[in-house]
């Protein structure tokens, strides 16, 4: 056990609350429900997967309709500003929800809400909240609903602690090919723009053991790709004891037995290198993807985020990925109007993209989060020159997007079908091995495997294509 473990007592306290509140259910004969709306990134998806796992171990069914539920949870995001004013917006709307079901328990949980200023004005201005809880307490979710179903009254629960990590609670994914695997939490980068480090704790990774024991679950259940996730996977393993690195992790996930891919996010440009690539152009289970967010092309802009590389560093590392995996697909996170950034410091993120000619791109405009230095930082770009600046980098990448994309055409390639998309000319949805979206022709009996299809067409976003009779 590490030493950011939480205790086996303290987990098999919630699992016997888990028990009693599914008990509970069953003596009443009532068959609850709950819903679950998640906004943000892939850990939060995979966190709503617990949330899933607990509340189905309490005897909770699903529902899409928030009216319906006995229980909601909303796991918020605190990465953009927009995200908040969504959750805001459909928090205060559900006022009506619990004015027709007056039991209903509604439960906020996630990184917007571990920010003080949230959580007060949720305390103050949203009375109908009954619980809510930062990411570092959602272990304790049995805990606060068996509280808030005995006694009612409101719970609050976001104390600042570094965080630690909750191993053996039930999980319930979302789908049966792709699944979410942490391998660590929190972040220790401090990025100057970024609140996830005061929302999320403290890097802490989880045992190389529990990972690998859990792939191998997932492979044995028939999972086709399982993408690890962490804020910043090249730091994986420097708090624990062993010091194992990720790419020992790497290795040893690539042994376990069965056919699927092995995925990665996020990874940090100072912490990447030579060895990584190396490892995975060695490990045949380990897609050909590397998501490196560079974030700003200008050096003194790099410098003002505190990102810890200059845009020569990060153009060579590229150079160094391609030279061990000359077919790698790359993509990457951008920010565009940081404070300061004058028009010469944007071209030169637009420089890099000519370069580095990435297969896509996430790409954000600015947003002030409060409590991070940049917040701080004197801002005098006119937003609708940000607007325009965003706008010039979109249609850059989009005609880069749309040109790899078309190499594509004529071309047989090994995909991974997924899902069905519900579109009758394309019925199934597929990913390349480096994750492109495949839009497919074909039986929908084909979803999970692996198949050969031959890529027909293209455009910025996805490639088209058919499976052979
Ligand atoms: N404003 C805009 N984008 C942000 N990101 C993180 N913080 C901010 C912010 N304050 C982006 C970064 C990160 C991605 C997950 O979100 O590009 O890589
Ligand atoms: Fe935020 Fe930087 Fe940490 Fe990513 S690495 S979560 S951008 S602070």
Known sequence: MSKTEISREAIENQRRIIGRIRENHAQAGISPLAYIDTYGCQQNESDSEKLRGMLDSMGYAFTDNETDADVIVINTCAVREHAEQRVYGNVGALVHSKRNKPDQIIALCGCMVQQPRVAEKIRRSYRHVDILFGPQALWRFPEFLERSLNERGRIFSIDDEPG??????????????????????????????????????????????????????????????????????????????????????????????????IRFMTSHPKDAGERLFKTMSECRKVARHLHLPFQAGNDRVLRAMNRGYTKTQYLELIDTAKKYMPDIVLTSDIIVGF????????????????????????????????????????????????????????????????????????????????????????????????????????????????QNAEITDSNTWALFGELPE
């Open 339 to 450: 404070p300061g950034e004058t028009e010469a410091e944007f071209n030169d993120t637009l420089d890099i993209l000519e370069k580095a000619r990435f297969d896509a791109l996430f790409t954000f405009i600015y947003s002030k989060r409060e409590g991070t230095p940049a917040a701080d930082m004197p801002d005098l770009v006119p937003k609708a020159e940000k607007q325009r600046r965003f706008d010039t980098l979109l249609k850059l990448q989009n005609a880069i997007s749309e040109e790899k994309h078309a190499a594509y055409v004529g071309k047989t390639v090994r995909v991974l079908t997924d899902g069905k998309s519900g579109d009758p000319r394309y019925p199934l949805t597929a990913r390349t091995n480096g994750g492109r979206l495949v839009r497919l022709r074909g039986s929908i009996d084909k979803v999970g495997s692996f």
């Open 164 to 261: 630690a990590i909750a191993e053996g609670l039930p999980v319930v994914r979302d789908g049966k090919v792709r699944a979410w695997l942490s391998v660590m939490y929190g972040c220790n980068n401090y990025c100057s723009y970024c609140i996830v480090p005061y929302v999320r704790g403290r890097e802490r990774s989880r045992r190389p053991e529990v990972i690998i024991e859990e792939a191998g679950r997932l492979a044995a259940e028939g999972y086709k790709d399982i993408t690890l996730l962490g804020q910043n996977v090249n730091s994986y393993g420097k708090d624990l004891d062993s010091k194992p690195d990720f790419s020992e992790l790497l290795f040893r996930l690539n042994e376990i037995d069965g056919e699927f891919l």
